[in-house]
């Protein structure tokens, strides 16, 4: 038996569609895009990876929004298994570009990464099936020239030392690690891509034979024929002939059934309509032979591009056996139903408490018809599956969701004491985004897209904020939009968020939006930004707007050689409208960045294995006066300025100063990942809201020095020594992001407070936020402050932070209903974290030590030689 599952289909979760075949071995193979959200959609349907075996793109790769799960893909890849992975594309040759682009990107898991390009003279097997790649060409022709062929040796030795199999670099426990930088010391980020001229790709699809089912063994007829139970049995059942007593050659035919043949499987993908003429009229499909076999094709899944017509298509399906069964793929039948359902009903949760403060994100509820004249035609949809068994193929649609908001909320709100009107939560218009009636600085909007750190959960995706900030044009109030950091499917969040009434808002939104600030090169926080980007250039194709990036130099470059790929096959693409700033130019020691070597110099280097050769830093750039001036100008900013976030090299966080109007101004200083960190309280001084990680609690302290992350206790001290009355936490570790992680009492802020500066103070922790209580500049009262604690979908008025303090036990109520508290797990939990602490403690005072002794030999050795 085989099994041919759905992963993803077409919905604003996930762009593109992907399938799973699963071998009667257990073996996985899947077939199709990777769009952003796939990783996030395995897990949460659970979908085991540990026997995967091979990823088979289809089609062409044309733009992100089809690969832009793939980074994310290996990274889960890497926690399933260690054997890693093969990769087939229509081009080796550009999808190993594609992994180049990412090299500056920093991967905490070591994998093997191997890719191929699909040939059809060349079949993929294993002991249960065999696979053969069936490349179709567009009607124009192909411009992928010879130059592009002699990269190939050279993508593949860049792309080996990207994930390297050794990975004690980057997770490094060492508190002073953040300080290095892979830049300066991995040859392979500082290599600078060549242009490929990559038009004209073919069409990949796959035509899957399984291999026929041996016979069963009849004991009847082997008995008849003067054989025992036993070897014999064994080996004719393994086709070996035996000898009976009387020396009669017995042979596996006589006491074997005939094999069983089953059914194939083909996978058809046709991007756009330059290839559908040459797809429906080739004879590839219906090919018959000793490698593919005489059987009929029992099941077809088309993958089709948004221009195919599917009434002149029908004429296509009629080619195959009345009784071949068809999966249909395409924007017009796609449902836009529910992915994450956990995390769904985590809003409607939150919907329910606080309405005003939450949309239910935009689905379609019930199913698109789907009418081709065709008899056996069904829609894809996730979780949908086709049983392939020597008899029939046959859909099994048990696990298909179709989520009803109504249903949702009597299972998982009524048993609750919710004061909450159903229809209301359920029916009532989104929030707005228009002016209201108060000032300025209140109208502020922030919107958490994503609320998680390092990989998407269940509960929460990675991390994401959008601030609407209003301004007066005239007598109007407008809105200006930024976006600070964009993890992926940052993009599926805002269509969820922002979707309803023909996607209004959505528009809306991407109308005001002028600036996208990353902080770091951790994928968590930028997977999501190429989808904004390109969403971006396509709505505001018919305007002269700039769209500006403030990030580090290392993802300029990226952006470059990205759309020198995506800017040949998509004409939206207009590279120039971007004004890149680098996070560097707000800081007055800037740092140079490193000089770039040609992929020939970096082959050589490869070869020679002199990959530890000192990098070249590049001459420091004048200050890029105009581009801020031109940035300050058009947002009416006043002041930027950014200082070196305590978590890895390159990374930055942020302070930004609008002008509101002629009296009023709005400072807000956001950081990614960092420790708690004394020079962004300087440059954060006196801001009106921070926006701070708070990754890890209190009791993993020493995991939050080790990994440079803030616990919550830190994050919302920094908001206390900068005066600001006003603070929003968010990148909550995935170990408890499906709990309400409050802490309500205000009295235990001080405790905890105390105890963990204590804890600092004795076991040498620097720096050591609390060091800044002596400050004689005035500080945020704990009374006082407005403590908003953040969740995926959370949308809230700089006014209104206030307001969730009401409903903290609501919340911490709904999120944290256990049934029966174990008493026993609880402590035995605290003594395992606790005994954890402490062998992270002793690992880092060993480093401290071992500097300490560094430094003396080294000034030891200096007064010798002196």
């Known amino acids: 038996m085989f099994t041919v599952t759905t992963a993803t289909h077409i919905t ?29 959609a395995l897990v949460e349907n659970k979908f085991k990876l540990t026997k995967l075996k091979s990823l088979l793109l289809t089609g062409t790769i044309s733009s992100w929004a089809e690969i832009g799960g793939l980074p994310g893909l290996f990274l889960t890849l890497s926690d399933a298994t260690k054997k890693g992975i093969d990769v087939y594309a229509t081009s080796s040759i550009l999808l190993s570009y594609i992994v180049s682009t990412w090299r500056s990107f920093v991967f905490r898991k070591g994998s093997v990464l191997r890719i191929f390009e699909a040939d059809s003279n060349k079949l993929i097997a294993d002991n249960n099936l065999v696979i053969k790649p069936i490349k179709i060409r567009a009607t124009v022709p192909s411009q992928i020239n010879e130059e592009s062929v002699k990269y190939q040796s050279q993508f593949q030795k860049l792309v080996s030392l990207m994930f390297p199999l050794d990975t004690s670099k980057v997770n490094d426990r060492d508190p002073e690690s953040y300080k290095s930088d892979p830049a300066e010391t991995d040859v392979h980020a500082r290599v600078k891509l060549p242009h490929l001229n990559l038009k004209g790709q073919e069409s990949l699809s796959y035509l899957v034979r399984f291999l026929p089912v041996r016979g069963k063994f009849d004991p009847h007829k082997a008995k008849a024929l003067g054989l025992k139970p036993g070897e014999n049995y064994r080996k004719l059942s393994s086709g070996i002939s035996v000898y009976n007593d009387d020396g009669i050659l017995v042979t596996p035919e006589q006491v074997v059934d005939a094999p069983k043949q089953v059914s194939k499987l083909l996978v058809l993908d046709i991007p756009n309509k330059s290839f559908l003429e040459n797809t429906i009229t080739s004879d590839q499909w219906f090919a018959k032979n000793e490698d593919i076999g005489e059987e009929e094709i029992g099941i077809v899944y088309h993958f089709l591009g948004g221009d195919i017509d599917l009434d002149q298509y029908t004429s296509f399906l009629n080619k195959f056996n009345p009784e071949t069964k068809h999966v249909i793929c395409h924007p017009q039948v796609a449902d836009n139903t529910l992915v994450f359902k956990r995390s769904a009903i985590n809003t409607l949760k939150l919907r329910s408490i606080q309405p005003d403060h939450y949309n239910l994100p935009h689905i379609q509820e019930g199913f698109n018809s789907i009418s081709t004249g065709v008899n056996n035609t069904y829609r894809l949809h996730s979780l949908q599956k086709f049983i392939i068994t020597a008899d029939d193929v046959t859909e099994d649609s048990t696990d298909v969701p179709n989520f009803v908001w109504s249903s949702l909320y009597d299972e998982h709100i009524s048993p609750f004491n919710i004061a909450a009107d159903k229809d209301s939560v359920l029916n009532s218009e989104p929030n707005s985004l228009e002016a209201q009636n108060s000032s300025l600085k209140d109208q502020i909007q922030i919107t958490t897209l994503g609320t998680g750190s390092a990989i998407p959960s269940l509960d929460r995706n990675v991390i994401s904020t959008l601030i609407r900030v209003p301004y007066y044009k005239g007598n109007e109030i407008r809105h200006r939009s930024i976006v600070l950091d964009g993890g992926e499917n940052t993009l599926g969040t805002m269509l969820r968020n922002y979707g309803h009434n023909n996607a209004a808002q959505f528009q809306q939104i991407f109308e005001e939006l002028d600036l996208i600030h990353l902080s770091h090169l951790h994928a968590d926080h930028h997977l999501g930004l190429i989808s904004v980007i390109n969403k971006w250039f396509e709505i505001n194709g018919n305007n002269d707007k700039t769209l500006y990036l403030i990030t580090p130099w290392q993802y300029n470059n990226f952006i470059k050689e990205w759309y020198d790929f995506e800017g040949q096959l998509n004409s939206y693409v207009d590279i120039n409208r971007i004004s890149y700033i680098s996070c560097e130019e707000f800081l007055s020691d800037r740092q140079r960045t490193y000089e770039q070597i040609g992929m020939d110099e970096f082959e050589e280097l490869y070869d020679n294995k002199d990959l530890n050769r000192p990098a070249r830093r590049a001459t420091l750039t004048p200050p890029a006066e105009n581009s801020r001036s031109q940035l300050f100008n058009e947002l009416g900013i006043s002041d930027i300025s950014t200082t070196r976030a305590i978590h890895c090299a390159w990374a930055y966080s942020i302070s930004i100063t609008f002008k509101l109007d002629d009296n009023s101004k709005f400072k807000v200083s956001y950081s990614g990942d960092t420790r708690a960190n004394p020079k962004f309280v300087e440059i954060g001084y006196g801001s009106d809201l921070l926006i701070h990680e708070c990754t890890l609690d209190n009791e993993l302290i020493e995991e939050a020095i080790a990994k440079k992350h803030s616990t919550m206790i830190e994050a919302i001290n920094v908001a206390r020594f900068m005066n600001c009355p006003k603070v929003i936490l968010t990148h909550f570790s995935t170990r408890y992001s499906n709990k309400a992680n409050l802490i309500i009492d205000r009295s235990q802020f001080v405790e ?31 009374d006082t402050l407005e403590i908003c604690y953040a969740f995926d979908f959370m949308s809230i008025r700089y006014g209104e932070i206030h307001l969730q303090k009401a409903v903290q036990q609501s919340l911490y109520e709904i999120f944290n209903d256990e049934g029966e508290v174990n008493e026993s797990k609880i402590e035995k939990h605290k003594t395992k974290t606790k005994e954890k602490r402490e062998i992270k403690r002793l690992e880092r005072m060993a480093f401290i030590d071992q ?14 030689s002196n």
């Open 12 to 40: 604003a979760d996930t762009s593109h569609p992907l399938i799973s075949l699963t071998t009667r071995d257990g073996d996985r193979y899947l077939f199709g895009k990777v769009p952003e959200g796939t990783q996030r």
């Open 752 to 782: 905890m407070s105390n105890n963990l500066n204590q804890y600092l103070e004795e076991y040498h922790a620097v720096p050591n936020i609390f060091s800044m209580e002596k400050s004689p500049v005035p500080k945020q009262s704990l």
């Open 851 to 864: 500097s300490k002794k560094k430094r003396r030999v080294s000034t030891d050795e200096e007064v010798t």
